[in-house]
């Protein structure tokens, strides 16, 4: 069974700094692409970033460009987003999620696989 666990999440001031882990049991870790989504209070969920089974390419929306960084450390099962310089319209929870491709993807119905969330508030 699949199971994907995030942590890290938590209060933190606006311009501070959070680093999200999401710890997979999956048996062949490489072989998944993993991505990051929120689910800001009352809106639907949105993709923030994705990485590719090698962590050779990456992708992220606009809105986090330049503040957030995805990264997978295959050999420990584990894939981060760091994130700084947040913002109170940050606020969400945060899903990762697991797919077996090689692309990196951005659509939350092509990932079968979903971790319970970490709550991350930011204050103004």
């Known amino acids: 069974q699949v199971q994907l666990v995030e942590s890290g999440g938590g209060l933190v001031q606006a311009g501070g700094s959070l680093r999200l882990s999401c710890a997979a049991s999956?048996?062949?870790?490489?072989?998944?692409?993993m991505g990051w989504f929120r689910q800001p209070p009352g809106k639907e969920r949105e993709f923030v970033a994705a990485?590719?089974?090698?962590?050779?390419?990456?992708y992220s929306v606009d809105s986090v460009k330049g503040r957030f960084t995805i990264s997978r450390d295959n050999a420990k099962n584990t894939v981060y987003l760091q994130m700084n310089s947040l913002k109170p319209e940050d606020t969400a929870v945060y899903y990762c999620?697991?797919?077996?491709?090689?692309?990196?993807?951005?659509?939350?119905?092509?990932?079968?696989?979903w971790g319970q969330g970490t709550q991350v508030t930011v204050s103004s």
């Open positions: 999956l048996r062949t870790f490489s072989n998944y692409a």
């Open positions: 990485i590719n089974w090698r962590g050779s390419n990456t």
């Open positions: 999620a697991a797919a077996r491709t090689t692309d990196v993807i951005d659509t939350p119905t092509m990932y079968p696989y």
